[in-house]
């Protein structure tokens, strides 16, 4: 073995444990030490295993230690690798030239960025250039876009939307005021008739308006996920997502579409092919890279795009490693059919957990789309109070099982179930076994 990995592999849990004071987080808290991976699984420093249901920041489509990907990226290493942002390459212009291939008609550039955070500052700029006078854009209520100064203040957490502000109210002070929100279809929290289409309907009607009536000069563009990861795992409609892009057509406006965590999870490509609607600007980021980082803004023809003038500047935007695993995992994806092990499995999941839902009131909604899966914990199916603690704990007891769940929501009773794509029916079953035992044992502990 290497002797930096030697060095590495043997610490101690005790050393490990005495250097978290050391190692800063910028959210949440230090949880288990993981030592290795394979496919859906991970084993911490103990030795014991976990079913991985969060692809780790759901960046790990092809799951942990992906052979073919490992061997693809030693090979390419041994002739490229971090290139300066001008430097062309066969990586580049190849991943590009596949990316383009996939996305919606009528889209033809590409910009490779480091993280999602830059990459919707990106496309905020692209969108900035091409509508002059414009300094405002409109992004939805329980929308997450990244945690930048620019892209925190788009995104839940700089509201009050918990009843507090969070740790991002340390920098409300220096946040712009370019963002304006707008009410989101949450179908299943829809306050109005029983009939979805009228949420849908209001939504709309309430973009709109605000864009006539509520921003000074016009606006740039309406930021959207097609499915809001963060905010709760809560799916757009696709009516909702085609009024908009009326909307956007009819006041010259662009409309970006967030797909950082949308890509290949919603067992299509782009949500943007899954609902035949068409945005102005992608941007894509999370699992783009096979668990290497980088990001991408795929645009439209006919916009201007960036100049030669510094722009948009960033030292590790065209690293060709990234890029090599990015295109070796596209790869993998068609060969071996894994959208539709998304949509098969996700859909079994989906309805195994409705099935659970009917032993367990605590859950009060399931949304799921491909392997993007969510459940809503709360106090009363009927008054939808939501249940943060009994959310919490069935995740905590699940840990404790080996099974590995992500949460979501400002009011944070959302878990997630969001494996990596190759997961099988079977491992699927394993997590929803684990998962079911937890929410009963949650139910005990806390007397509902």
């Known amino acids: 073995m290497d002797s930096t990995l030697e060095r590495i592999y ?12 050391h190692v800063m987080l910028g959210s949440g808290g230090h949880g288990v030490c993981f030592e290795k991976g394979k496919g859906v699984n991970l084993w911490d420093i103990s030795g014991k295993k976990y079913i991985d249901c969060t692809s780790q920041g759901w960046a790990m489509y092809l799951g942990h230690a992906n052979e073919e990907i490992r061997q693809t990226v030693y090979e390419h290493m041994g002739n490229l690798g971090h290139l300066n942002q001008n430097s062309d390459s066969l990586p580049r212009y190849a991943l590009a030239k596949k990316l383009l291939e996939l996305a919606p008609e009528g889209m033809d550039r590409v910009l490779f960025a480091i993280g999602g955070s830059s990459a919707i500052e990106a496309a905020m700029k692209i ?11 409109i992004s939805l209520q329980d929308g997450y876009h990244g945690s930048s100064l620019t892209t925190g203040a788009a995104s839940w957490l700089s509201t009050k939307s918990a009843g507090m502000f969070t740790g991002f109210n340390s ?25 979805p289409e ?12 605000t864009i006539m009536r509520s921003t000074s000069g016009p606006v740039a563009g309406i930021i959207v996920e097609p499915l809001q990861a963060s905010g709760g795992q809560i799916p757009l409609p696709k009516r909702y997502l085609q009024g908009l892009r009326k909307i956007c057509d009819a006041f010259g406006c662009l409309l970006i579409f ?7 999870r919603i067992g299509d490509y782009f949500a943007a092919n899954k609902y035949g609607v068409t945005p102005d600007i992608m941007c894509l980021g999370k699992a783009l890279g096979a668990g290497l980082p980088m990001a991408a803004i795929i645009v439209r023809e006919g916009l201007e795009g960036f100049g030669p003038l510094g722009e948009e500047v960033h030292t590790f935007s ?12 596209l790869d993998i994806i068609e060969r071996d059919g894994i959208l539709a092990n998304v949509n098969r499995v996700g859909d079994y999941i989906g309805d195994r957990l409705r099935d659970i839902q009917q032993v367990f009131p605590q859950i009060g909604d399931v949304r799921q789309v491909g392997l993007h899966v969510g459940i809503e914990f709360v106090r009363d199916p009927e008054t939808k109070e939501p249940d943060m603690e009994f959310a919490q704990t069935v995740k905590a007891i699940a840990l404790m099982m080996g099974l590995i769940l992500g949460d979501a929501g400002y009011r944070m009773n959302v878990l997630k179930i969001k494996p990596p794509l190759i997961m099988t029916i079977e491992e699927a079953e394993e997590a929803l076994q684990i998962f079911t035992a937890a929410v009963g044992a949650a139910s005990q502990k806390l007397g509902r």
């Open 318 to 329: 065209n690293n060709s490693i990234a890029q090599v695993a990015a295109l070796k995992q």
């Open 10 to 21: 043997s610490m101690s849990p005790e050393e490990a444990q005495a250097m978290n004071k």
């Open 198 to 209: 009228d949420c849908i309907d209001y939504c709309l009607k309430v973009t709109r308006e």
């Open 171 to 195: 920098f409300l002070s220096i946040l712009n005021d370019v963002f304006i929100r707008v009410p989101n279809p949450f179908l299943y929290r829809w306050d109005g008739s029983a009939n």
């Open 258 to 264: 967030d797909e950082l965590q949308t890509y290949c």
């Open 127 to 137: 969108a900035v250039k091409n509508v002059p006078g414009a300094r405002h854009f």
